[in-house]
């Protein structure tokens, strides 16, 4: 593990997720019974243990206080956390609005709306997207990504890794598969997917760059995105599961191509950082 960091920790966090959603998986094609929802949300903490485990073998306790310190690395001025917290949702809804026919069906702004909305935030920053994944993706992976590849290509790379460890989960309505589905999930969603998940990795990378590291910043970008997918996208019915991840595809991939031209693909890389 310590001869081969990246594919060490590649290799436990898709374990994890993998096996730990094998009955959330089952349950969802009817071969057991049961609500295993929980089994989903504990797959989700693949990317942490990996992270933590790789990071206390490799750095030692010196790297687990870098840990530490980067989730607590949130004075970050108010412009930065307007684009954390207003920006990047923003851009999510604005890819998801734009699409023909995406207000048929709308079901208006709910009132609960402003209680509901900052509690699932904080519920997908602990745990839903948020420090159970970027303390790996971006705690040990980027770093060591950056370095060996470049800016570029190591965030590429690592949008294609992170996409994947998705995988098993478009056998699941949890990204529109289960029975009856067919392989549409795999040849339709799963490519539109990809093109998501590698497009908030070119904005992720950016964030993490220009913050100087800050976990704090790349856990709220995260939560930012997939919290307007359980509280906001909902109010439009007309829009499948396809439609709606096409729309934080288009939000998204706008913004991080504008970032590659922008930086010329070095995404506020500094080698010395």
Not at 101 to 112: Q, R, S
Not at 238 to 245: F, I, K, M, Q, S
Not at 247 to 257: I, K
Request: glycine share 12%; charged share 10%.
């Amino acid at each position: 593990m310590l001869s081969h960091p990246l594919f060490s920790y590649f290799s436990v966090a898709y374990a994890i997720k993998w096996i730990v959603l094998i009955p959330y998986t089952l349950a969802a094609w009817g071969i057991i019974a049961g609500d295993w929802s929980a089994a989903f949300i504990l797959a989700t903490f693949g990317p942490f243990v990996a992270g933590v485990v790789m990071v206390n073998l490799v750095e030692g306790r010196a790297g687990l206080s870098r840990l530490k310190n980067g989730i607590r690395q949130w004075r970050l001025g108010w412009r930065w956390l307007l684009f954390l917290l207003v920006g990047i949702p923003a851009l999510v809804m604005l890819g998801v609005i734009v699409q023909p026919g995406a207000f048929a069906g709308f079901l208006g702004v709910p009132p609960t709306l402003l209680v509901s909305y900052p509690l699932t935030y904080a519920l997908v920053w602990f745990g839903g997207g948020g420090v159970n994944e970027e303390v790996g993706w971006r705690g040990f992976a980027l770093p060591r990504m950056q370095t060996r590849y470049g800016p570029l290509w190591g965030t590429l790379a690592l949008g294609v890794i992170h996409c994947f460890w998705h995988l098993e989960e478009f056998l699941t309505p949890a990204q529109g598969g289960g029975p009856g589905t067919g392989w549409t999930p795999f040849v339709v969603d799963l490519p539109i997917f990809l093109v998501l998940v590698v497009s908030f990795n070119i904005i992720i990378t950016w964030i993490f760059n220009r913050t100087k590291g800050s976990l704090f910043a790349v856990i709220s970008a995260h939560a930012s995105v997939d919290t307007p997918q359980a509280t906001l996208l909902p109010l439009f019915p007309a829009l499948g599961v396809t439609n709606l991840v096409l729309g934080s595809s288009l939000g998204l991939g706008v913004v991080a191509l504008l970032l590659l031209i922008l930086t010329r693909g070095r995404l506020g890389y500094k080698p010395d950082q």
